[in-house]
């Protein structure tokens, strides 16, 4: 199994959710997040006092997946979020040791 | 005998009180949007805490003080009418009630005191706030309010024009802001740590709050529903929104952007400059004040980097600054074809009326920021006047008020009793 996570831009998780779906992954957790990465952050000004804003608002996107999906979900997520533009995020996969479904107790790739 | 009451005057002015009561809580909101998350339920205690202490005050002796019998031009005498049970019985000679000029004078010296807060947002005790509202109130407030409205107050029998209170509450009020601002000291980390307002809607929804009741402020102030508060409601209007676009279009210039901070900004620093002016001035008059000082307040809100005192809402920027130019414009811009029936500089008045008002805005200015420096430190040196850097740090509304304004999903509060 594995744990896809991606950082993306906060307007492109409708489009990354639809996409998801579309391809069969029935299951995902949504976080607002904050960063920056190559792109830094921005400038605003109040009042004529001019402040850096250097972590810009990200959505983070965890989906488990078994592990022959995994390469699937990344693309599907990455042809979803992306704009081309900079700050358009990250996409990232990690093994993930064991599952547990709380409601059933079902373990490992049952419980995806 | 028949009673000289005059119904609808009475009907206006008592809904005029209303409306200006309902700035405080308005200016509560324009303040508490502009503080950072965990510290805006205090900024708003602070207005809603003057409401409270100001409220009773005005009725035990400050209406006796600013409005009361006179002794020397100077104030009224807080034991004659004390407790305002000499006003209870009609009087027929009386178009106005006593008792409406009552209500509508206290929500001018509750507001006086609220705008204050603006100045030692994050960093104030609350108690001590409250003592301070208490006592700046009746050592500044009443006798300025008596200078320039009541009938032997001594700027008022100068000829000095202040219809709705440029010199008795925005003068007055921003100058005591900078000298607490001075007392209490800058807020930890002010010119590093970001301090960029938590809620921009609260601030704008506050501005409109303060715009509306501003009607029942300046038109209320003819104590009449008569042509004099027409007037003074076009006036108020139109400078308000020629100072909205002067604060716009300085910042389009000198920032780059057009901001809803700057257009809350530019709106009240409208109000405050044609307060002073609005019974005096024509419309274009009107104009010219509002632009002038939605122009002069963008500038003058950079002051304090420059200075380095930390006046964290721009009290002094707006309410000094603009309470300054409509007092002083009203020398160069008044019209004898106004209500008011002067005539300024521009207008063939020469410079008699602009001595008059420079007299007036400079006595307030001097007084208040006497007595204020006065009571600031005494207040600071007897009990304290800033809360705790941990306080201040982890947020005042935890530390002072035992309450955190937002949740979110309920992270980071643990309940697990629940006591009623």
């Not at chain 2, 001035?281 to 010219?288: D, E, F, N």
């Amino acid at each position: 199994m594995k744990l896809v996570t991606a950082v993306i831009q906060p307007h492109r998780l409708e489009a990354v959710k639809e996409a998801l779906l579309g391809a069969g992954i029935h299951g995902l957790t949504v976080s607002e997040a904050s960063g920056y990465g190559r792109q830094k952050g921005h400038t605003e000004v109040y009042r004529g006092a001019e402040y850096v804003v250097d972590l810009v608002p990200k959505v983070r996107i965890e989906v488990l997946v078994n592990d022959e999906d995994a390469a699937m979900a990344t693309e599907v997520v990455i042809k979803a979020s992306s704009s081309g533009q900079i700050g358009d995020g990250k996409v990232w996969t990690v093994p993930v040791e064991d599952v547990t479904r709380v409601r059933t107790g079902e373990h490992g790739p049952d419980a995806i | 005998m028949e009673s000289a009451l005059n119904s609808g005057d009475t009907a206006w002015i008592l809904t005029a009180s209303a409306l200006v009561l309902l700035m405080t809580p308005g200016l509560a909101f324009f303040y508490g949007g502009m503080v950072r998350g965990k510290s805006v339920l205090n900024m708003m205690m602070m207005s809603f805490g003057a409401m409270g202490i100001v409220g009773v005050i005005w009725v035990l002796w400050g209406y006796p003080m600013a409005f009361g019998t006179d002794i020397g031009g100077f104030l009224g005498n807080p034991f004659d009418g004390f407790g305002l049970g000499n006003l209870l019985a009609a009087n027929p000679e009386e178009s106005l009630p006593s008792m409406a000029f009552v209500a509508f004078q206290a929500t001018f010296a509750i507001i006086t005191v609220a705008l204050i807060s603006g100045a030692i947002a994050d960093r104030t005790k609350f108690g001590a706030w409250m003592a301070f509202a208490g006592i700046w109130v009746t050592l500044v407030y009443f006798p300025i309010a008596h200078w320039v409205w009541a009938g032997d107050g001594w700027l008022f029998n100068l000829g000095a024009i202040d219809f709705a209170g440029g010199t008795v509450v925005h003068i007055n009020a921003g100058v005591a802001g900078l000298a607490l601002a001075i007392i209490l000291g800058k807020r930890k980390g002010w010119g590093k740590d970001p301090m960029r307002p938590h809620n921009l809607p609260f601030v704008m929804l506050g501005a409109g709050l303060l715009w509306f009741g501003w009607f029942g402020f300046n038109a209320g102030s003819a104590l009449a529903a008569d042509n004099t508060a027409s007037v003074v409601w076009v006036n108020t209007m139109v400078a308000t929104c020629a100072a909205m676009l002067g604060w716009l279009i300085t910042e389009k210039i000198r920032d780059g952007k057009a901001t809803s901070l700057g257009a809350a900004s530019g709106v009240v620093a409208g109000l405050v400059a044609i307060t002073p002016a609005c019974s005096s001035v024509s419309p274009i008059g009107a104009i010219i004040v509002g632009v002038v000082a939605g122009v002069v307040c963008a500038l003058a809100v950079g002051l304090k980097w420059k200075l380095g005192y930390d006046d964290s809402l721009d009290v002094v920027g707006v309410h000094l600054v603009g309470g300054l130019t409509g007092t002083l414009l009203i020398g160069f811009l008044a019209t004898a074809a106004a209500p008011a029936g002067v005539d300024g500089l521009f207008y063939g008045g020469g410079v008699d009326q602009l001595g008059k008002q420079a007299i007036a805005a400079f006595a307030a200015l001097g007084y208040s920021l006497v007595l204020t420096l006065i009571i600031g430190y005494a207040i600071k040196m007897f009990g304290g006047f800033r809360v705790s850097e941990e306080a201040e740090v982890n947020g005042i509304d935890l530390a002072v008020h035992g309450e955190t304004a937002y949740e979110t999903l309920g992270i980071g509060r643990v309940s697990t009793e629940v006591k009623a």
